[in-house]
């Protein structure tokens, strides 16, 4: 009996897909408790239907314009170059495309009927410094979609772009999300807040609390400003490159301890020997060369002249060879003094070419730790170097550690993450014990005396003061 042969699965059709997964994130998007959870998923679920390079979520004030969110990134630094850039571009253009008519399809919904308009982008719509840079911060083809708020002026919208033209089809599926996505921006920013539903509690116990919250703003405190902090070497030794070459071996590992004369790093010396065999062998002929024109000169006085030529090419060749010697002697790199090597990974050293004295690991000592801590732009204040700072552990976070402010940068600068941070460096104090080389934490920084109510909006103010222009 021949048995019955089964029939392959069914294929389901790509825009079928697309379909389902539109259906899938409109329901997401309706239950998103808060709008940064919403923001999130807009910069990095989107990409499920219509695919991009970049996606940032905007918010709009009518006057100003602030990056919330954008794709592959946790927190956005407001005055990053990037956030600088998109800004200036769509603060320009919602202003002037809010004056033109929206790229709409055949069939779509009316203006009034949408909470959307989608704008293609291309460089060509940027001037200036802004065209100039666009290939740093975009790519060719980018599509901005600015949503409506309650009132029916812009709220906010999502930028995207990628080196492909937007399609169609993918301007109708951004329409169609970027839809509901502003519809439930709206409904989340008409839930009544927390303060108002307590100002509608009555009974005594609610005004006793507020009158204690109004005295509270006046009580005395320190500002204070908490930031990541790094224990770090204070006064390392560099551990350079004697000459340009190439690494072929890091015999340490990362943080490990070393002694004075330990090997740390060997070059590769073919090249080296290849020299000094070189030299040698040049050294050997003219000194060879010398003897037989010593011998000729004893019957040829003409041959004198000879001599005092090859003794200077001796000379030159034997000055040489003591320099190749000495480049063969430095190519194995050792430690000049005892303590701890610090570089990030040995694998990421071996075989990579090199400069001469580029530092490719620092050789500290561990009992020479200071704090290093790095605090925001928004976050600086007056700082009181009198009150020792409070470093907290990662590992041991409810117990502190005092340290001593040094010194603080004078202007702030990037940090390998983007963010723009001032530096400021602390000495332990006597008794305590130094953490281990590379201990991460949180420090918390005292400057001067101020009311607490001004220390609690002080932030709020300065937002304040730049939306105002003041």
Known sequence: MATQQQSPPPRTDPMMQKVLMLVALHKQARHKPKISDLSFMMVNQTFNIVPYRHCAFWRWDGKTLSVEAASGLVQIDQNGPYALWLKSVATRLIREKSKEVAFTLPGAPKPEESYVKSYPITAADCTGIEQENWAQWSSSHAMLVTMKGADGEIQGGLWFDREEAFSETDVAFLDDLCDSYAHVIQKLEAKTGVSARLARKKGSWFKKLVILAILALFLPVRMTVTAPAEVVPSDPRVVGVPFEGVIEKVVVKPNQPVHKGDLLVTMDQTALRNRTELV???????????????????????????????????????????????????????????????????????????????????????????????????????????????????????????????????????????????????????????????????????????????????????????????
């Not at 040698?280 to 019957?299: F, G, P, V, Y």
């Open 280 to 470: 040698s062998q040049e050294l050997n002929t003219a000194q060879q060369q010398l003897t037989k024109t010593e011998r000729e000169a004893l019957k040829d006085p003409s041959k004198l002249t000879d001599l005092n030529l090859l003794k200077a090419q001796i000379r030159s060749k034997t000055q040489d060879k003591k320099y190749a010697d000495e480049l063969m002697s430095r190519a194995e790199i050792r430690a000049e003094a005892d303590g701890i090597i610090v570089f990030p990974d040995a694998n990421a050293l071996r075989g990579k070419p090199v400069q001469t004295g580029e530092q490719i690991m620092l050789l500290a000592d561990p009992a020479q730790a200071e704090l290093m801590v790095r605090i925001p732009v928004d976050g600086m204040i007056e700082l009181d170097p009198e009150v020792p700072v409070s470093f907290y552990l990662n590992v041991t976070p409810l117990i502190s550690q005092q340290a001593q402010v040094e010194t603080v940068s004078y202007q702030a600068s990037m940090d390998h993450d983007g963010l723009m941070t001032y530096k400021m460096r602390a000495r332990f104090e006597e008794g305590e014990s130094v953490p281990r080389m590379g201990s991460t934490g949180t420090a918390k920084v005292f400057g001067e005396k101020t009311l607490f109510g001004i220390n609690v909006l002080r932030r709020p103010l300065v937002t304040l003061r730049r939306h105002l222009g003041i």
